[in-house]
Nanobody, 116 residues
Framework: VQLQASGGGLVQAGGSLRLSCVASGSILSIGRMDWYRQAPGKERELVARITSGGVTHYPDSMKGRFIISRDNAKNTVYLENLNLKPEDTAVYYC???????????WGRGTLVTVSS
């Protein structure tokens, strides 16, 4: 499974952004897909999760701020934020769980910088 994330960039606080992650390869084996982020000097953290059936999960710290969605026909998972804050500055990574291999795959990440 290969994952290609895109959509990052420089955004002003209060602005919006939609990230995309396209999966290729053994896509039929993909179960859940996640977005993680890692801010400078901090550990990588889960932002949102979506199952193959479309059930979503957000950590309490992310609820109400991010929206994850998935288009299985396009093998793509999205992450949207409509009110970015400077503390959202991070590299955002998509992650896919392979049901066949029971391992996790990572994309290369896309940088989001939110200016105040």
């Amino acid at each position: 499974v290969q994952l290609q994330a895109s959509g990052g960039g420089l955004v002003q606080a209060g602005g919006s952004l939609r990230l995309s992650c396209v999966a290729s390869g053994s896509i039929l084996s993909i179960g859940r897909m996640d977005w993680y982020r890692q801010a400078p000097g901090k550990e990588r953290e889960l932002v949102a999760r979506i199952t193959s059936g479309g059930v979503t999960h957000y950590p309490d710290s992310m609820k109400g701020r991010f929206i994850i969605s998935r288009d299985n026909a396009k093998n793509t998972v999205y992450l949207e934020n409509l009110n970015l804050k400077p503390e959202d500055t991070a590299v955002y990574y998509c992650n896919a769980w392979s049901l066949r291999d029971s391992i996790s795959y990572w994309g290369r990440g896309t940088l989001v910088t939110v200016s105040s």
